[in-house]
């Protein structure tokens, strides 16, 4: 494997949303009980799902304009923008 893998884990994740570091593969239980992985990940920090650790990774948060700019070809929408209370 790569430098970059760690027990099966990109050890360089970053989270372009909130800046977490830990991930986890998805489960779901199916209506028998019995659970399956999915082929998604979810960031531990902000539970943002995506398919690829590295690809995400390369994603760039632009807090000014308030939208993610992408360094790679991993596609994302933008952020909503906060309510006005």
């Given at each position: 494997?790569?430098?970059?893998?760690?027990?099966?884990y990109w050890?360089?994740f970053?989270?372009?949303l909130c800046?977490g570091?830990k991930?986890?593969?998805?489960?779901?239980?199916r209506p028998?009980?019995?659970?399956y992985?999915?082929?998604?990940?979810e960031?531990?920090?902000?539970s943002?799902?995506?398919?690829?650790?590295?690809?995400?990774?390369?994603c760039?948060a632009?807090?000014?304009?308030?939208?993610l700019r992408?360094?790679?070809?991993y596609a994302?929408a933008?952020?909503?923008?906060?309510e006005?209370?």
């Open positions: 494997m790569s430098d970059g893998w760690k027990d099966g050890k360089l970053a989270c372009p800046g570091t991930y986890v593969q998805v489960r779901v239980q028998s009980g019995h659970w992985v999915t082929e998604f990940y960031c531990l920090s902000c943002v799902m995506f398919r690829d650790p590295i690809l995400f990774t390369k760039e632009d807090t000014a304009n308030d939208e992408l360094t790679s070809v994302l933008p952020r909503r923008p906060p006005e209370s």
